[in-house]
Antibody, heavy 126, light 110 residues
Framework: EVQLVESGGGLVQPGRSLRLSCAAS????????LSWVRQAPGKGLEWVSF??????????EYAASVKDRFTMSRDDSRGIAYLQMNSLKTEDTAVYYC?????????????????WGQGTLVTVSS | QTVVTQEPSFSVSPGGTVTLTCGLS?????????PSWYQQTPGQAPRTLIY???TRSSGVPDRISGSILGKKAALTITGAQAEDESDYFC??????????FGGGTRLTVL
C-alpha cells in the first residue's frame, strides 16, 4: 500500500525557517517524482514544488510565491522528501500535503498527483 | 500569471446531473494540459478522481466522468448522491514541471 506521511509542521515566527518531511512507503521511491501542495485555512489547493527522480537529476520547480525561499530535496536511501522553508511569511500558513506525481507508465505519459499524504499544518505567526 | 477558473459553488438535486468546469484565463484547456480532478471533504486529504482528462482513478464509480467541453475541462457527476457533497479541484499541467490549481467548486447536494 502506498503511504505518504508528512511531518515537521508547527508554529513558527515570520522570517524563521522550518523543514517538512514526507516519508514514503509501499512503492519504489526513487523511481517517482514528488510534489508539495498546500492549502491555506478555508482556501483552495496551491501547487508549491516538484522534484524529479534521480534519473532526471532530481531537478526542481517552484511556484512563484515560494521561489527563492523554499527548497525541495529528496533522500532516496531513506525514502523521504523534504521541503526547506526559509524567510517564512504569514501567508505561508497552510496545511502542506506531499503528493506522488505520476509521469509515465509503459511509455504512456501522465501528469497528475496519484497519491496524497494527510498533510502537516504550518502556522506562521508572531 | 495563469489563472485556472472554476465555479465557486454548484448545487444539484439527489439523483440529478451536474457538470463542473475548469478553464484558463487565457486560452483553452486541452488534453495536453493533462487536466485532473480531486475531491476533498473537510479535514481530509484530496482524493484523486480523474486524470488525463477522462481516466477514472481506481475505485471511482463510472457515474463520475471527465471530458473536454469546448474550451474547458469538465467533470460530470450523474445520479448525484449525498456522498458527492464535497469540494472539487481541477489542476492543469503547464509544462516544465509546473501545475496550476483552480480555486475549487463547492458542490451541495440538496
Amino acid at each position: 500500500e502506498v503511504q505518504l506521511v508528512e511531518s515537521g509542521g508547527g508554529l513558527v515566527q515570520p522570517g524563521r525557517s522550518l523543514r517538512l518531511s514526507c516519508a514514503a512507503s509501499g512503492f519504489s521511491f526513487g523511481d517517482y517524482a514528488l510534489s508539495w501542495v498546500r492549502q491555506a485555512p478555508g482556501k483552495g489547493l496551491e501547487w508549491v514544488s516538484f522534484i524529479r527522480s534521480k534519473a532526471y537529476d532530481e531537478t526542481t520547480e517552484y511556484a512563484a510565491s515560494v521561489k527563492d525561499r523554499f527548497t525541495m530535496s529528496r533522500d532516496d536511501s531513506r525514502g523521504i522528501a523534504y521541503l526547506q522553508m526559509n524567510s517564512l511569511k504569514t501567508e505561508d500558513t497552510a496545511v502542506y500535503y506531499c503528493a506522488r506525481v505520476l509521469l509515465m507508465v509503459a511509455s504512456t505519459l501522465y501528469r497528475h498527483f496519484d497519491y496524497w499524504g494527510q498533510g502537516t499544518l504550518v502556522t506562521v505567526s508572531s | 500569471q495563469t489563472v485556472v477558473t472554476q465555479e465557486p459553488s454548484f448545487s444539484v438535486s439527489p439523483g440529478g446531473t451536474v457538470t463542473l468546469t475548469c478553464g484558463l484565463s487565457s486560452g483553452s484547456v486541452s488534453s495536453s494540459h493533462y487536466p485532473s480532478w480531486y475531491q476533498q471533504t473537510p479535514g481530509q486529504a484530496p482524493r484523486t478522481l480523474i486524470y488525463s482528462t477522462n481516466t477514472r482513478s481506481s475505485g471511482v464509480p463510472d457515474r463520475i466522468s471527465g471530458s473536454i467541453l469546448g474550451k474547458k475541462a469538465a467533470l460530470t457527476i450523474t445520479g448525484a448522491q449525498a456522498e458527492d457533497e464535497s469540494d472539487y479541484f481541477c489542476v492543469v499541467y503547464m509544462g516544465r514541471g509546473v501545475w496550476v490549481f483552480g480555486g475549487g467548486t463547492r458542490l451541495t447536494v440538496l
